[in-house]
């Protein structure tokens, strides 16, 4: 099993919708956890920071759940421009990525 | 501006070569992270290192070899050891050990 594992997707969502990934990870340890944005062919970009039960940016938010061990990331009214690819991360003590998670907001 | 810089973006390697990726950053952050990226797969830490003069194996550093002899830099070297080295290389760093991390723009590397 892996450590952090997301479905790949791809999420095909038209602009506007509400879109939510989940990210399940194994290690009951994981003290804290990111979420990055990386574009085609770029480097990852923290999106988010989540240290207890949630945090909210804006139109993302991003909900931890200890018990269950997972978390997710929601993305109100969808832009084009969210198109990338999401990346879930858990701080063990170093940081586990996960595959990814495609979006792709249609027009 | 403070940030991250990588070099070359592309690098190509004959079989047999050692090659060297260069990272440096000016955000005066302690640690420093080498990864590499492969298509369909999460980011696997090659090396990293927390302090000047020391750095540690990651969970696949067979292949490649480091410094860190100034704050700022962190060249990854790949080896001729190193069989499949053709992935997109990131370096990062952070304030201090494996907290947040903050991304060069990558080097991907093909073999020729």
């Known amino acids: 099993r892996k450590e952090v594992e997301q479905d790949p997707g791809p999420f095909n969502v038209p602009e506007g919708a509400t879109v939510a990934f989940n990210c399940t990870y194994s290690n009951s340890a994981s003290q804290s956890f990111f979420w990055y944005r990386q574009d085609c062919r770029k480097e990852p970009k923290l999106l988010m920071s989540?240290?207890?039960s949630g945090n909210e940016d804006g139109r993302f938010t991003a909900q931890l759940n200890r018990a269950s061990q997972y978390i997710s990331l929601l993305i109100r009214d969808s832009k084009l421009s969210d198109s990338a690819t999401y990346l879930c991360v858990c701080n063990t003590g170093k940081l586990i990525f996960g595959q990814g998670t495609t979006l792709q907001v249609k027009p | 501006d403070g940030g991250i810089t990588q070099s070359p973006k592309y690098l190509f390697r004959k079989e047999g070569q050692n090659v060297t990726l260069s990272c440096e950053q000016n955000l005066n952050h302690d640690a420093m992270y080498w990864y590499r990226q492969d298509p369909g797969q999460g980011l696997r830490l090659i090396y990293y290192s927390q302090i000047v003069n020391d750095f540690q194996k990651g969970d696949i550093a067979e292949g490649y070899s480091v410094s860190r002899e100034k704050k700022e830099s962190f060249p990854l070297t790949v080896t001729s050891a190193q069989k499949n080295p053709t992935a997109f290389y990131l370096c990062?760093?952070?304030?201090?050990?494996?907290?947040?991390?903050?991304f060069g723009p990558g080097t991907r590397l093909l073999v020729l």
């Open positions: 989540v240290y207890s």
């Open positions: 990062a760093s952070s304030i201090r050990g494996f907290e947040t991390q903050y």
